[in-house]
């Protein structure tokens, strides 16, 4: 079965870093594009960051320069490295792996959740 499990989230004062991992476990062939969401309390659910399998990176228009994403596709894990975090980047972070081929117990391409990881930004 096929899980995601976030890492790395904490709380930080404006303008700290951190780092979040994502690390796909499972009979995993091959997972065509990772990505970051986020929601903040009482928010929507919104878009981060992602990265294709060949290694094309997207961001959010407010990231702005901000968060870098990265893959490892030999060990299915993503990260996020967050510098010059602000009270608004306070939510939970979620690892989302969309194409996911795996051939448990047959061949078939899903997408999965993680369960996310709490980031908090304040002084």
């Known amino acids: 079965q096929v899980q995601l499990v976030e890492s790395g989230g904490g709380s930080v004062q404006p303008g700290g870093s951190l780092r979040l991992s994502c690390a796909a476990t499972?009979?995993?062939?091959?997972?065509?594009?990772m990505y970051w969401y986020r929601q903040a309390p009482g928010k929507e659910r919104e878009y981060v960051a992602s990265?294709?399998?060949?290694?094309?990176?997207d961001y959010a228009d407010f990231v702005e320069g901000r968060f870098r994403i990265s893959r490892d596709n030999s060990k299915n894990i993503v990260r996020l490295q967050m510098n010059d975090l602000r009270p608004g980047d306070t939510a939970v972070y979620y690892c989302h792996a969309g194409g996911v081929l795996t051939n448990d117990p047959t061949y078939h391409v899903s997408d999965y959740w993680g369960p996310g990881t709490q980031v908090t930004v304040s002084s």
């Open positions: 990265m294709s399998q060949s290694g094309n990176a």
């Open positions: 499972g009979r995993i062939l091959s997972i065509s594009t």
